[in-house]
């Protein structure tokens, strides 16, 4: 089992930057895949980035290319994303979630756990 805990959400202006932090439980840390999904009001759950367990493979999705990194410290047990340029669409409820195998698969079938969620919203 492993929980997860987002923190690092806030508000900001458009053009801004927050980072958000995920501190996980446990010992298999870095084992799994991390990712990073958001939801906003009245839309579905979406990826928005994700980070193999060695660290070697990212992945983002088209929307935030080029202005996120997902990044990872597994001495700490802590996934990151920071988020730069932001604008008003990234509003939106942040979670961080994991995987036991590769970020492809938690992409096709969803994660094994999720955390509870930290709100960003962007003003214009």
């Known amino acids: 089992q492993v929980q997860l805990v987002e923190s690092g959400g806030g508000l900001v202006q458009a053009g801004g930057s927050l980072r958000l932090s995920c501190a996980a439980s446990?010992?298999?840390?870095?084992?799994?895949?991390m990712g990073w999904y958001r939801q906003a009001p009245g839309n579905e759950r979406e990826f928005v980035a994700g980070?193999?367990?060695?660290?070697?493979?990212?992945y983002y999705a088209d929307a935030v290319k080029g202005r996120f990194t997902v990044s990872r410290d597994n001495a700490k047990n802590t996934v990151y994303l920071q988020m730069n340029s932001l604008k008003p669409e990234d509003t939106a409820v942040y979670y961080c979630?994991?995987?036991?195998?590769?970020?492809?698969?938690?992409?096709?079938?969803?994660?094994?756990?999720w955390g509870q969620g930290t709100q960003v919203t962007v003003s214009s």
């Open positions: 980070i193999s367990s060695n660290e070697w493979m990212t």
């Open positions: 446990g010992r298999l840390f870095s084992t799994y895949g």
């Open positions: 979630a994991a995987h036991t195998a590769t970020i492809s698969t938690m992409r096709r079938v969803g994660p094994d756990y």
